[in-house]
C-alpha cells in the first residue's frame, strides 16, 4: 500500500483490430469501455474512470487486404481517455469506399491511475469492444 497514488502504464500486443469485409460505402465505427470498476482483493475496486486508453497515431496498421485510408483511429484517442464510457476506436466515415476490404488494427495504450492507500494485490475488469455499423 502506498501512501501517494500512482500511475501505471502499459502497452497492448494484440491488436483491437476491425475486419472491414464488406467494402461498401456505408461506414461504421467501434467502441471500448469497461463494463464497471476494476476488482480487487477483499472487494477493493479502482474506478472505472481511473483506467484510460490512448494510441500514439490516428493511423492504423493493415493486417491484411488492402490499404484504406478511411479506416482511421478516432482523433480523440491520441490522448488518454478515461474508459468509464463507451470511447470511439477504429472508424471508416460513411463514404466512397470504392469495395476496398481487409483487417485494420491498432495496438493502444493504457493506463491506471491507483488512488492512495489501495490495497495491494491483482484488479481485474472486463474490456467491452464494440463495432456498430452505420
Request: charged content about 10%.
Amino acid at each position: 500500500v502506498s501512501s501517494s497514488a500512482q500511475t501505471v502504464t502499459g502497452a497492448f500486443t494484440s491488436y483491437f483490430s476491425v475486419e472491414d469485409l464488406k467494402g461498401n460505402n456505408s461506414g461504421y465505427y467501434t467502441t471500448v469501455q469497461l463494463s464497471g470498476n476494476l476488482v480487487g482483493p477483499g472487494g477493493a475496486t479502482i474506478n472505472d474512470e481511473n483506467v484510460a486508453m490512448s494510441t500514439t497515431t490516428t493511423g492504423v496498421t493493415v493486417i491484411t487486404g488492402t490499404t484504406n485510408p478511411r479506416v482511421v483511429v478516432h482523433n480523440g484517442m491520441i490522448a488518454f481517455q478515461s474508459l468509464d464510457s463507451a470511447r470511439t476506436l477504429i472508424k471508416r466515415d460513411t463514404a466512397a469506399n470504392f469495395g476496398v476490404v481487409g483487417h485494420y488494427g491498432t495496438l493502444p495504450h493504457m493506463q491506471v491511475l491507483i488512488p492512495a492507500w489501495t490495497a495491494v494485490g491483482t484488479y481485474t475488469g472486463t474490456l467491452v469492444y464494440t463495432l456498430y455499423e452505420n
